[in-house]
T-cell receptor, first 111, second 114 residues
Framework: DAKTTQPNSMESNEEEPVHLPCNHS???????IHWYRQLPSQGPEYVIH???SNVNNRMASLAIAEDRKSSTLILHRATLRDAAVYYC????????????FGAGTRLTVKP | DTGVSQDPRHKITKRGQNVTFRCDPI?????LYWYRQTLGQGPEFLTY????????KSRLLSDRFSAERPKGSFSTLEIQRTEQGDSAMYLC????????????FGPGTRLTVL
């Protein structure tokens, strides 16, 4: 079963970097690693995804371990608006792009 | 606004009634997904369409749940004979047909079964 493991919660101070870890030891070669975040009463919002190489976009960076069994979402300067539940998910390419969400990491940002 | 839209945003119904939710995906997206999310949990995948074809429905929670996408554009999710355990947020997402791409989620329909 394509499962990810994340800490239940993390705290950060405003304007400091945040590193959100994720373990996915059962990942297969064709599974993409996706990160989404969800604010209360809203649908999940895409953050970033990757396959093998590290990725950067305007929202965050994704660092993928060489063996692909873990990854880290990096928010370079946390803001209060980054407080959300962050989900690390495997997108199962050859299973109808099935995405299996866990409970995610609740990020609290302190001013 | 060209994002994914869902209607209604909130639905309150009595146990045993049927309910239907609508999802309008991003217009150029050919893939559409339905999820259910209960309090404190991540979204749970229910079913998936590519154009009008329902390619995955084994994860629908029971035979009371059904979904359609008749013309490959909007989709409906119906729950028959609702039960209190069906109370949840129902989320729709869409994506293009490219490999491994992101899914864009709608705001969800919150169902309360009394």
């Amino acid at each position: 079963d394509a499962k990810t493991t994340q800490p239940n919660s993390m705290e950060s101070n405003e304007e400091e970097p945040v590193h959100l870890p994720c373990n996915h030891s059962t990942i297969s070669g064709t599974d993409y690693i996706h990160w989404y975040r969800q604010l209360p009463s809203q649908g999940p919002e895409y953050v970033i995804h990757g396959l093998t190489s590290n990725v950067n976009n305007r929202m965050a960076s994704l660092a993928i371990a060489e063996d692909r069994k873990s990854s880290t979402l990096i928010l370079h300067r946390a803001t209060l608006r980054d407080a959300a539940v962050y989900y690390c998910i495997l997108n199962l390419l050859y299973n109808n792009n099935d995405m299996r969400f866990g409970a995610g990491t609740r990020l609290t940002v302190k001013p | 606004d060209t994002g994914v839209s869902q209607d209604p945003r909130h639905k309150i119904t009595k146990r045993g009634q049927n309910v239907t939710f609508r999802c309008d995906p991003i217009s150029e997206h050919n893939r559409l997904y339905w999820y259910r999310q209960t309090l404190g949990q991540g979204p749970e995948f229910l079913t998936y369409f590519q154009n009008e074809a329902q390619l995955e429905k084994s994860r629908l929670l029971s035979d009371r749940f059904s979904a359609e996408r008749p013309k490959g554009s909007f989709s409906t999710l119906e729950i028959q004979r609702t039960e209190q355990g069906d109370s949840a947020m129902y989320l729709c997402a869409s994506s293009s047909g490219l490999a491994g791409v992101e899914q864009f989620f709608g705001p969800g329909t919150r169902l309360t079964v009394l």
